[in-house]
């Protein structure tokens, strides 16, 4: 068994879905951004503010790479871990990749104005769109299973995850 790994653009429920699937599949649930906040002492949005994307995408990285001695878990990824090629390539060397799709809409919709996420700070639905098309190709080239989000609960999602990933453990 290998780590079961969930991509998809901030929003898609990829923490809620992941600690569902862990714990049907009885595996531990590891949150990457969760794991950048330990690491640093600080919230992501503080790394972001006093030093910078390139600071959080180097934690990142490092709390990814951090994964590959480790027990099979399911984590959750940030949105952009799948930016650098680095991070794609230890996650497909590291497990299975599932990811999550959301509309633009729908993930403002979960996340709301985006206090809390740098990347939408006065920018909204614009800037998410944008992202999320800037993304999309790379989530999708890193996946072995895709499972829509949209308009689903997530213990509809987190079934279709375990169901799609049964036979590929």
């Known amino acids: 068994m290998s780590h079961i790994f969930l991509v998809g653009f901030m929003g898609a429920g990829k923490s809620t879905v992941g600690r569902m699937v862990a714990d049907r599949l009885s595996l531990p649930f590891a949150d990457l951004d969760e794991m950048v906040e330990q690491a640093a002492g600080r919230t992501v949005a503080q790394i972001w503010s006093g030093s910078g994307e390139a600071a959080f995408r180097t934690a990142e990285s490092t709390a990814l790479a951090s994964l590959a001695p480790a027990e099979p878990s399911v984590v959750a990824c ?70 829509s989000t949209t308009s689903r609960g997530p213990e509809d999602v987190a079934d279709d995850v375990v169901r799609a990933i049964g036979g590929r453990q």
């Open 78 to 147: 940030g949105g952009g871990v799948v930016l650098a090629d680095a991070n794609r390539a230890a996650l497909k060397s590291l497990g299975h990749v599932v990811y999550l799709t959301v509309s633009a809409e729908e993930a403002l919709a979960r996340v709301g104005g985006g206090d809390t996420r740098p990347l939408l700070a006065g920018g909204g639905a614009t800037v998410a769109q944008r992202l999320l098309e800037a993304r999309e190709a790379l989530y999708g080239a890193v996946a072995d299973v895709v499972v």
